[in-house]
């Protein structure tokens, strides 16, 4: 059956005409939204979880919660707007976690500015003399998923759908249900904070 | 428009989604100031930084993990066909539950029979209450009635031995002193002393038959004649004194006689080895007869002990022991 399903995938299909076809009892197109849109979800959690293993558990709740409230799906979004919205929300409440949070050991956390957010603020042990010291690709990664995962949950999820998964601000305000606006402002604030953390790396 | 105001829009002039006119004044601002061009270069970098990371892939088997958490049903197949398809699972199994269903019919079998027997012991004791709660009791009923049992299985294999064995009544006779005369003849006195034995001897004889059986009477008339014609017909004993051994002969005879008369048997003589008196007599009569066989007796000698009354228990016939004590 999985065999079937690759195959039928690799057939551009548009994903309203998999969900029409799942509500009516083709239960393989909900296998074929999956491959199309698994790798999307995947990333997109990894990045706001920061951990591989975390990342596939809440990406596959995501497609459960989705399989089970597909054939209620009255297409006033785009499915993947609304499959993003189910794996934020999961990737947020895995966050509040405190199985999560005790995950947390490369990084310490400092947030004399805003006591309110304790991961406003991260100190990145960066051990190197100077930025210019030539720091291998992959190690720039970590130390950017580290600042990252440092945000908090809403300037996190605004600036991994924008500026990683490439959404415009209107899929982004769909997704994270705030308006444009507070999109903006929590975007340009995320960005500023990133910027003052990788200062000298990127 | 001061620096401060420039560095908050400078996220949106990266994307582009300012109003021309704000757009506008933000290019002649950077113009002139070098900082806020500074940190619009770093910003850019950085926006550029985050679009270009590699996105991370899901696993190959995302779909099957997947399938997997949505049918548990599926999951389930599988591990009954892992645990039941290998040879070395399998066969252990079923050798196990081969011998739990063994052991089970064997216990099965094994509590009806021992409900049977309760049954059967219930049904042949129904006289005794068997309590689950209470089996000493039930135990020591058992006992007793077992007990019983063979006590009166005892009775009733005695009762026909007892009815068979006939009663012996003991008797002991002293001899009268008179009987002694009767067979002892002094030599001074062997005339007179012989007659009137005789004559005695004769009206004795007639004394002792039974009315209208006079041929037993002659009879024992006959053997005393033959007693006389003995002791006239012997010189060497004429004369000579009678050895009491004798007089008891003559009364064991007598006895005998009487035993005969009663239609009674005699059946075994005990004699002194020392001596050769006769001790005792073993006979049997009819119990009609025994209390004349008693009268009879009184007149040949005296009962050391009153003769025993016939039991009210009487046979057919009784068995009598007769104790000879010469005095």
Partial sequence: MNESVKKSAHIPSKDSDLVK????????????????????????????????QEANDSAQDAFIK?????????????????????????????????????????????????????????????ESPSPSNGLEMKERTILIQKAIGSLPSDKRSVVVLRDIEGLSYEEVSKITGLNIGTVKSKLSRARLDLRAKLRGIV | MECSGIKDLLSEYIDDVLDSQTKAEIDQHLFTCEACSGDLASMKALVEKLRSLAPVKAPDDFLEKLHERMEPRMSFKKAMRILF????????????????VGILIFSLINIQQ?????SSIQESSSDVEISEDNSMHMAETKKIKRAYK????????????????REVIQLALLLKKDRAYITYHPKEDTAGLGYSGKAEKR??????????DETKAETLEKEDMFAERVTEESPQLKGKPVSPTSGLSETLSEVKNRIHLMDGKVISIEYDNQ?????????????????????????????????????????ERIEIHISFMPL
């Fill in chain 1, 66 to 126: 989705a399989y089970r409230s597909l054939k209620k799906f009255r297409f006033e979004s785009a499915f993947s707007t609304w499959l993003y919205r189910i794996a934020a929300n999961t990737c947020k409440n895995r966050l509040k976690s405190l199985e999560y949070k005790q995950k947390k050991k490369t990084v310490s956390l400092h947030n004399p500015g805003e006591e309110e957010d304790a991961y406003s603020m991260m100190e990145i042990r960066d």
């Fill in chain 1, 21 to 52: 076809a799942f509500q009516t009892g083709d239960t393989t197109a909900f296998d074929a939204l999956v491959l199309k849109h698994k790798d999307k979800v995947f990333n997109l959690c990894y990045w706001f979880l920061g951990d591989t």
């Fill in chain 2, 275 to 315: 001596t050769g008196h006769p001790k005792s007599l073993h006979a049997e009569i009819p119990a009609k007869n025994y209390l004349s066989f008693i009268d009879k007796l009184k007149n040949i000698a005296t009962f050391q002990i009153p003769p025993p009354t016939l039991p009210t228990r009487s046979t």
């Fill in chain 2, 150 to 165: 063979y006590e009166s299985d005892l009775e009733e294999t005695r009762a026909p031995e007892l009815a068979k064995k």
């Fill in chain 2, 203 to 212: 009206a004795r004889i007639a004394r002792q038959a039974v009315p209208g």
């Fill in chain 2, 114 to 118: 021992s409900q049977k027997m309760m």
């Fill in chain 2, 85 to 100: 398809i290998p040879g070395r699972i399998k066969i252990p199994l079923e050798l196990a539950t081969a011998a739990v």
